[in-house]
């Protein structure tokens, strides 16, 4: 048994790496054994996993200070283990955060896809849509477009550079709500989905961040006379060529 208290430094067990920061770890050699101070208590039935919990506490930090003023301290304090316990599950920052913001961004859709669904004809969604963006506190996973806006280096830094752009993945979101109305005869047949898709996803960023004078885009009736009139009607219309 040898005990460990030196900050920040990294020892090799046959379970892999154990970094300790500020934070005396036991390792027992013997048994390929290690503890920590911090570590998670045995649950029971329905107990949340230590990255779970780990992921749990990143978001509630992102939400409060965002990607940049998020530290690994914070995150470890919130969910309650020490920094080496998380060095664990974490290698780094940039891993937990992305781990973190996969998870909001998977949420987001999820629940954008269920409210979508729950509607019918492309001006209702479009309605929809508008409001799930800009009710950001309120919907799960919404976080992730403003971390996306605000913060793109710190972002890209997280999730990788492989990520798609903001407006190419709102777009595949929007292609098979623009192919179901295609197939629903409410706009015209010839309609290029993914271009149309992308066009739409640039109208939606738009109404969900710039408020103007004629469209109050916090009235769904608003928002959807808007849809109608300008984006579907639009949209019913042959291509040009």
């Given at each position: 048994?040898?005990?460990?208290?030196?900050?920040?430094?990294a020892?090799?067990?046959?379970?892999?790496?154990?970094?300790?920061?500020?934070?005396?770890?036991?390792?027992?050699?013997?048994?390929?054994?290690?503890?920590?101070?911090?570590?998670?208590?045995?649950?029971?039935?329905?107990?949340?996993?230590?990255?779970?919990?780990?992921?749990?506490?990143a978001?509630?930090?992102?939400?409060a200070?965002?990607?940049?003023a998020?530290?690994?301290?914070e995150?470890?304090?919130?969910?309650?283990?020490?920094?080496?316990?998380?060095?664990?599950?974490?290698?780094?920052?940039?891993?937990l955060?992305?781990?973190a913001?996969?998870?909001?961004?998977?949420?987001?859709?999820?629940?954008?896809?269920?409210r979508?669904?729950?509607?019918?004809?492309?001006?209702?969604?479009?309605?929809?849509?508008?409001?799930?963006?800009?009710?950001?506190?309120?919907?799960?996973?919404?976080?992730?477009?403003?971390?996306?806006?605000?913060?793109?280096?710190?972002?890209?830094?997280?999730?990788?550079?492989?990520?798609?752009?903001?407006i190419?993945?709102?777009?595949?979101?929007?292609?098979?709500?623009?192919?179901?109305?295609?197939?629903?005869?409410?706009?015209?047949?010839d309609?290029?989905?993914?271009?149309?898709a992308?066009?739409?996803?640039?109208i939606?960023?738009?109404?969900?961040?710039?408020?103007?004078?004629?469209?109050?885009?916090?009235?769904h009736?608003?928002?959807?006379?808007?849809?109608?009139?300008?984006?579907?009607?639009?949209?019913?219309?042959?291509?040009?060529?």
């Open positions: 048994m040898c005990l460990l208290d030196q900050p920040r430094a020892y090799i067990t046959d379970d892999g790496p154990v970094i300790c920061e500020d934070k005396a770890v036991s390792v027992d050699t013997g048994t390929e054994s290690v503890t920590d101070s911090a570590a998670a208590p045995a649950g029971g039935p329905g107990a949340r996993s230590v990255r779970d919990r780990l992921i749990d506490a978001e509630k930090c992102l939400t200070k965002g990607i940049r998020t530290t690994v301290s995150v470890a304090e919130v969910a309650g283990v020490s920094r080496g316990w998380l060095y664990r599950h974490f290698p780094d920052k940039a891993e955060l992305g781990a913001i996969v998870r909001l961004n998977e949420a987001f859709w999820t629940e954008s896809r269920t979508l669904d729950a509607v019918t004809g492309l001006d209702q969604r479009i309605a929809v849509g508008v409001a799930l963006a800009r009710r950001e506190s309120e919907t799960p996973g919404a976080l992730v477009l403003k971390l996306r806006q605000e913060e793109p280096e710190a972002f890209t830094a997280c999730v990788g550079l492989g990520v798609r752009g903001l190419p993945e709102i777009a595949a979101f929007w292609v098979p709500y623009v192919q179901a109305a295609v197939d629903s005869g409410e706009i015209h047949p309609t290029d989905c993914a271009e149309a992308e066009w739409i996803a640039r939606m960023m738009s109404l969900a961040t710039v408020p103007g004078e004629q469209c109050d885009l916090d009235d009736a608003s928002v959807l006379r808007h849809a109608r009139r300008y984006i579907v009607a639009g949209l019913r219309a042959e291509p040009a060529k």
